[in-house]
């Protein structure tokens, strides 16, 4: 496993989180449960009162990889939402108005 994932179930975990994220990501519920047993094995996880929790071993390798991959740039928090900016410059007179079928809220 590599350390990203690593990074992203300790996370999730520790926040007591869920694990939308790792969805969001692409891994699959089969694989998620596959890098839990990793992750158990390695001594990163306590399974205690059906509950998941950090060992100490896991905050230590959390507290470690953390620095590769936390963003600690604010202005990339955020993506910027580029496929609704319009490319044309308009003129201070204009008002543009959308179709109703192309409003997302």
Same mark, same amino acid.
């Given at each position: 496993?590599?350390?990203?994932?690593?990074?992203?179930?300790l996370?999730?975990?520790?926040?007591?989180?869920?694990?939308?994220?790792?969805?969001?990501?692409g891994?699959?519920?089969?694989?998620?449960?596959?890098?839990?047993?990793?992750?158990?094995?390695?001594? /990163?996880? +306590?399974? !205690?009162?059906? =509950?998941? &929790?950090?060992?100490? @071993?896991? %905050?230590?390798k959390?507290?470690?990889?953390? *620095?590769? /991959?936390? +963003?600690? !740039?604010?202005? =990339?928090? &955020?993506?910027?939402? @580029?496929? %609704?900016?319009?490319?044309?410059?308009?003129? *201070?007179? /204009?008002?543009?108005?959308?179709?109703?079928?192309?409003?997302?809220?």
């Amino acid at each position: 496993m590599n350390d990203q994932i690593l990074f992203l179930l300790l996370s999730v975990i520790n926040n007591k989180g869920n694990i939308k994220k790792l969805i969001n990501e692409g891994y699959s519920y089969k694989q998620i449960s596959e890098f839990i047993d990793y992750a158990g094995d390695s001594g /990163f996880l +306590i399974f !205690d009162d059906e =509950k998941l &929790i950090l060992s100490k @071993e896991g %905050s230590l390798k959390l507290t470690e990889i953390e *620095k590769k /991959f936390k +963003i600690t !740039d604010k202005n =990339k928090w &955020i993506e910027p939402e @580029e496929k %609704s900016r319009i490319k044309n410059q308009l003129s *201070k007179d /204009f008002i543009y108005l959308p179709h109703q079928d192309e409003l997302y809220f």
